[in-house]
């Protein structure tokens, strides 16, 4: 598997920098574009790939499972849309792009995952033609049995167009000859959304838990990293968010880490019906934090047996 000049692969921990791209490309164009012809071996492990808009969504809603992936040898993948370049209220820019990377690398680093970025401006991705081959590539590249994204009814238009993006490739990594230079796929993946809270024009609907009680703490810990979008608050934080003193600092921290405990206990309790369906009682009701997902009805439609191999927890 070849891959693109700004592709990281982390095993085991382990992480080795492929190189950075410094030619110039118009802003819609993914930077791993036209550089991917090659496709994934199968070794009988799930390949699961993860996109979010930003250098920290696809870490949000996809880091429980994966780093529970990651720990039964399954390869999973997170790509970020685009490269977080106006996403704080300080910086911007390149130094801003290379920071919010450090950071997605750092989780995935911790999680045994392997991460990309994007080279789209913050803000600035659309639904083109390009960026459909490009994710289209993405997909097969990683032979991907699972794809998970956001849904497409999302306040912000970063995170529309990328699950936009990402459906209308739900078709078309099997058809041969578009973006001919990867292989199509001869299987389609199952598709899935992570959960949100947006009611309308329809609100989310849980068809699978997973319970992350046994990697919570590391998880969190991943999760920690991201701390241009977590203590400093990314485009939305201030000065006093994280001031300079170390004990106004830890305070900070630990009121983050209370933020991220409750955000999966609020799934395990928002979800609780389906992780009993898929734990059974006992277990279904004893789960603290979860992550919960939706099947797309585009992509490969999975059976309950399905379910369980894609989620042999």
Same mark, same amino acid.
């Given at each position: 598997?070849?891959?693109?000049?700004?592709?990281?692969?982390?095993?085991?921990?382990?992480?080795?920098?492929?190189? @950075?791209? =410094?030619?110039?490309?118009?802003?819609?164009?993914?930077?791993?574009?036209?550089?991917?012809?090659?496709?994934?071996?199968?070794?009988?492990?799930?390949?699961?790939?993860?996109?979010?808009?930003?250098?920290?969504?696809?870490?949000?809603?996809?880091?429980?499972?994966?780093?529970?992936?990651?720990?039964?040898?399954?390869?999973?993948?997170?790509?970020?849309?685009?490269?977080?370049?106006?996403?704080?209220?300080?910086?911007?820019?390149?130094?801003?792009?290379?920071?919010?990377?450090?950071?997605?690398?750092?989780?995935?680093?911790?999680?045994?995952?392997? =991460?990309?970025?994007?080279? !789209?401006?913050?803000?600035?991705?659309?639904?083109?033609?390009?960026?459909?081959? =490009?994710?289209?590539?993405? @997909?097969?590249?990683?032979?991907?049995?699972?794809?998970?994204?956001?849904?497409? &009814?999302?306040?912000?238009?970063?995170?529309?167009?990328?699950?936009?993006?990402?459906?209308?490739?739900?078709?078309?990594?099997?058809?041969?000859?578009?973006?001919?230079?990867?292989?199509?796929?001869?299987? &389609?993946?199952?598709?899935?959304?992570?959960?949100?809270?947006?009611?309308?024009? &329809?609100?989310?609907?849980?068809?699978?838990?997973?319970?992350?009680?046994?990697?919570?703490?590391?998880?969190?810990?991943?999760?920690?990293?991201?701390?241009?979008?977590?203590?400093?608050?990314?485009?939305?934080? &201030?000065?006093?968010?994280?001031?300079?003193?170390?004990?106004?600092?830890?305070?900070?921290?630990?009121?983050?880490?209370?933020?991220?405990?409750?955000?999966?206990?609020?799934?395990?309790?928002?979800?609780?019906?389906?992780?009993?369906?898929?734990?059974?009682?006992?277990?279904?009701?004893?789960?603290?934090?979860?992550?919960?997902?939706? !099947?797309?009805?585009?992509?490969?439609?999975? =059976?309950?047996?399905?379910?369980?191999? !894609?989620?042999?927890?």
């Amino acid at each position: 598997m070849k891959f693109s000049a700004t592709t990281v692969v982390l095993a085991g921990g382990l992480g080795v920098v492929l190189g @950075i791209m =410094t030619t110039a490309r118009r802003p819609d164009v993914a930077l791993a574009q036209s550089t991917v012809t090659g496709q994934a071996a199968n070794d009988g492990k799930l390949r699961v790939i993860v996109f979010g808009a930003h250098p920290d969504d696809a870490e949000y809603r996809g880091a429980g499972v994966a780093m529970k992936w990651a720990k039964l040898g399954h390869h999973v993948k997170f790509v970020s849309a685009t490269n977080g370049d106006i996403g704080h209220w300080q910086m911007a820019g390149g130094p801003l792009a290379i920071r919010r990377k450090k950071e997605v690398l750092a989780v995935a680093q911790r999680l045994g995952v392997t =991460t990309e970025v994007l080279d !789209i401006h913050d803000g600035e991705i659309m639904p083109t033609l390009e960026n459909r081959r =490009t994710f289209t590539r993405l @997909i097969r590249e990683w032979n991907a049995d699972v794809v998970i994204a956001n849904r497409p &009814n999302d306040y912000h238009p970063d995170h529309r167009y990328t699950s936009i993006l990402v459906q209308d490739s739900a078709y078309m990594v099997g058809v041969p000859f578009f973006a001919p230079d990867v292989p199509s796929l001869k299987r &389609n993946p199952v598709f899935l959304y992570a959960s949100d809270h947006f009611q309308r024009p &329809n609100p989310f609907r849980a068809d699978v838990a997973v319970g992350i009680d046994d990697v919570m703490e590391p998880t969190i810990d991943a999760l920690m990293q991201l701390q241009s979008q977590l203590q400093e608050g990314g485009a939305d934080g &201030n000065a006093g968010l994280y001031p300079a003193d170390e004990a106004g600092r830890q305070r900070r921290r630990d009121q983050v880490h209370r933020e991220l405990e409750r955000r999966y206990a609020g799934q395990a309790d928002r979800y609780r019906d389906a992780l009993v369906k898929f734990y059974g009682e006992e277990r279904g009701r004893a789960i603290h934090h979860a992550q919960a997902f939706e !099947i797309c009805e585009y992509g490969r439609q999975p =059976t309950q047996a399905d379910l369980k191999q !894609i989620f042999p927890f």
